[in-house]
């Protein structure tokens, strides 16, 4: 934990807990998923940090040896998922960034991998980056919306990566199929949209994303949609904005919601990734 709290991830823990997952990196910025937990009732108020990693980094050579970060996490009756983010260092290129999945039977302090393999790797067009960041279980399928990425945009002479947003469903996690339907692509100076984290809301399905524009912003965005598939942005209704100065005065970036009572919880990174860690806005409204 020397850097960073990167896609900072909320989940119940009990009645009275919050957990946040999220990616903390060493000092050669190499990341492993850790959690902090805060009183639900005082979110700001942090009563317990993992003293180890919940989930390390893979074996040496597999997709995952160089960095993990949070994806989703998702309870069900037989343990936490845990859709994680696999970085992987290669000579031609700034990075691989694929997804893994992990299964929790502690009730989410450690996390083993289902497979030691990537379960989104690789596809036509997407040969650089395969992100989930949710997995719903609906009727017996996951539906899950990812980030996927083909290349890189140089900004003064530094590469960036390039993706856009898919949505795929499947029966089986083992076998998600590699490449999904176009959910939203960049417009304008953007040159990459991801993170999506989606919630039912109002009876319809609600995106939270986060943009990087050639000038430099790095900011989230919010779209609506009836079936998940097909999506209008709304960016003007996120309803937070940069601050005037400090941590979060150049970017917003990652948020992801949790219902408690009348209120929705947004845990986010500001600056620089998560440099400073994350923090937390507070709206009132209802998801489901």
């Not at 074996?59 to 998702?74: K, Q, T």
């Not at 929790?104 to 996390?111: M, P, R, V, Y």
């Not at 530094?158 to 795929?168: A, D, E, G, N, W």
Request: overall charge negative; proline content about 6%.
């Amino acid at each position: 934990m020397a850097n960073s709290a990167l896609t900072p991830t909320p989940m119940r823990l009990n009645e009275n807990t919050i957990r946040i997952y999220a990616g903390f990196r060493d000092g050669a910025g190499v990341s492993r998923i850790g959690y902090v937990d805060v009183l639900a009732d005082a979110p700001a108020t942090i009563v317990g940090i993992s003293r180890r990693p919940a989930l390390d980094i893979g074996r040496d050579g597999c997709f995952d040896d160089n960095g993990v970060i949070l994806g989703d996490v998702v309870p069900g009756p037989d343990g936490i998922y845990m859709f994680y983010v696999g970085f992987q260092l290669v000579a031609k290129a700034k990075f691989l960034a694929f997804t893994g999945l992990a299964k929790s039977t502690d009730g989410g302090e450690s996390f083993a991998r289902v497979s030691e393999a990537p379960i989104l790797d690789r596809g036509p067009g997407q040969t650089t980056i395969g992100a989930v960041h949710t997995a719903m279980f609906d009727k017996g399928r996951w539906k899950i919306w990812f980030a996927s990425g083909d290349g890189w945009e140089y900004i003064g002479g530094k590469p960036y990566p390039q993706y856009h947003i898919r949505y795929v469903e499947t029966s089986d996690l083992v076998e998600v199929p590699r490449l999904g339907r176009e959910c939203l692509k960049p417009r304008n100076d953007e040159y990459r949209i991801g993170r999506p984290r989606v919630y039912r809301m109002g009876g319809k399905y609600v995106m939270y994303f986060t943009y990087g524009t050639t000038s430099g912003d790095y900011l989230p965005g919010v779209a609506c949609s009836v079936d998940g598939i097909e999506w209008a942005r709304k960016d003007e209704d996120v309803g937070l904005s940069l601050s005037p100065s400090g941590w979060d005065s150049r970017a917003l970036c990652y948020p992801a919601l949790i219902q408690h009572r009348d209120s929705i919880l947004m845990f986010y990174n500001g600056n620089d990734m998560g440099a400073d860690g994350f923090g937390l806005a507070r709206a009132e409204g209802i998801l489901g």
